[in-house]
Each structure stands twice: as structure tokens, then as C-alpha cells.
């Protein structure tokens, strides 16, 4: 149990779909991060949010959009995705400073 | 550019040593981590390096080198459930309040008996 729940922890959906995945910690963290990892390459930071401000978007398509309602809650909403999505998304958070980020379990998508 | 380089994969066998190394050549440093991901999990935190010198955690060693750019993770009396993937990320600024990590692809421990 790392304080970072993902739901759900698996999606399937087709590439006219709009799905939404969720992320929620009870760390009290200030910050709080979504991440693609894909097979054979290194975790790529999607977006960041701190203190419900986005603070980084690292050049990610629009069919990808955050939501950050308040500093426990992230989420990201789906629409229209490729086939080269089909990845595991990750939701992280941290404190300030240089503590280490907490990481949830996960969702893997899988767009047909 | 950001790069940070580890080897794909390493095996060794249940009780040995293995040090897995990363390099990295990035536009800042202001820390380096390490994480253990099992397959289908979460990565968790192993240790953090800022300075240079070794940073002893129980089993769990991680050595940094600045000047060098380059750092490894020591494990040590390994286990079976060390099996894993080991990431290696840099913090490439200062940023107050967040962390942006540039991500190593990991390496992935295979442990035999």
C-alpha cells in the first residue's frame, strides 16, 4: 500500500471511446504527477500539478487531458486514442522538496 | 539533451552481490533516485543521493560521482523477491514544491538460486 490509488487498474477501450482514469492519495502530498511507461522505455512525465496548478506538460497530445479538482484527486480524461497509447499509466505524488515520489499500482490500457 | 543509460539486464544468483550502474548527461542536477518496480506494481523508493559518496540503507547501498555523472546501487545477500526492475532518475532542477525526474528505461534483475 503505497497512500496512491489507481482506478481502474486495467482499461480496454476502442479508439472512438472517452474514458477517464483516476488517481487519489492520502499523503497529504502538495504535487502530483501522471506518467506513461511503455515496454522497453524509460518512464516519460506526462503532466505535473502542484497544488492543483499544472506545472508541466511535457508536449502531450490533447486527446490526453488532465484534471486536478484539488490536491488529492488527479485525473485523466481519454478521448479519441492511437494504438501506440496502449501503455501503463502512472500517478504519483509528493511532498516539497526533495522527497521521494509515492507511486500508485497503475492502470494498463490497451486501445484496440 | 537528457540521457540515462543502465543495462537492460543483469542476473545473479541468491546470496551474491550486484551493482547496477547508470550514467546520466543532463541539463541539471539537483539529486539522483533509485526505485524497485515488481512486474504489474508500483515503483517504490530505495534511496536518494545528492552529495557524492555512498548512502548505506540495510541490503541497500547507493554510491554517487558527480564530476563522473554516474552512480550505481548495491545489493547485497540477495534474495529472490530482489528479482525486479531498477530505475535510476535524476532530478534535473531546483524546482520548489515539485520534482520533474528524467527516467532511466530500468534494469532488470533476474535472481537464480
Known amino acids: 500500500e503505497t497512500g496512491v490509488t489507481q482506478t481502474p487498474r486495467h482499461l480496454v477501450m476502442g479508439m472512438t471511446n472517452k474514458k477517464s482514469l483516476k488517481c487519489e492519495q492520502h499523503?497529504?502530498?502538495?504535487?502530483m504527477y501522471w506518467y506513461k511507461q511503455s515496454a522497453k522505455k524509460p518512464l516519460e512525465l506526462m503532466f505535473v500539478y502542484n497544488f492543483k496548478e499544472q506545472t508541466e506538460n511535457n508536449s502531450v497530445p490533447s486527446r490526453f487531458s488532465p484534471e486536478c479538482p484539488n490536491s488529492s484527486h488527479l485525473f485523466l480524461h481519454l478521448h479519441t486514442l492511437q494504438p501506440e497509447d496502449s501503455a501503463l499509466y502512472l500517478c504519483?505524488?509528493?511532498?516539497?522538496?526533495?522527497?521521494?515520489?509515492?507511486f500508485g499500482d497503475g492502470t494498463r490500457l490497451s486501445i484496440l | 539533451g537528457q540521457n540515462i543509460d543502465q543495462p537492460t539486464e543483469m542476473t545473479a544468483t541468491e546470496g551474491a552481490i550486484v551493482q547496477i550502474n547508470c550514467t546520466y548527461q543532463t541539463s541539471g542536477f539537483n539529486g539522483l533516485f533509485w526505485y524497485q518496480q515488481h512486474a504489474g506494481e508500483a515503483p517504490t523508493f530505495l534511496s536518494y543521493n545528492v552529495l557524492d559518496g555512498l548512502e548505506e540503507k540495510g541490503r541497500f547501498s547507493s554510491f554517487l560521482s558527480r564530476s563522473k555523472g554516474y552512480s550505481y546501487l548495491l545489493l547485497k545477500e540477495l534474495q529472490m523477491k530482489d528479482s525486479a526492475s531498477y530505475l535510476c532518475?535524476?532530478?534535473?532542477?531546483?524546482?520548489?514544491?515539485?520534482?520533474?525526474?528524467?527516467f532511466g528505461t530500468g534494469t532488470r534483475l533476474l535472481v537464480s538460486p
Open positions: 499523503l497529504g502530498h502538495n504535487a
Open positions: 504519483a505524488s509528493s511532498p516539497q522538496r526533495n522527497q521521494p515520489q509515492h
Open positions: 532518475a535524476v532530478r534535473d532542477r531546483a524546482n520548489t514544491g515539485f520534482q520533474k525526474l528524467v
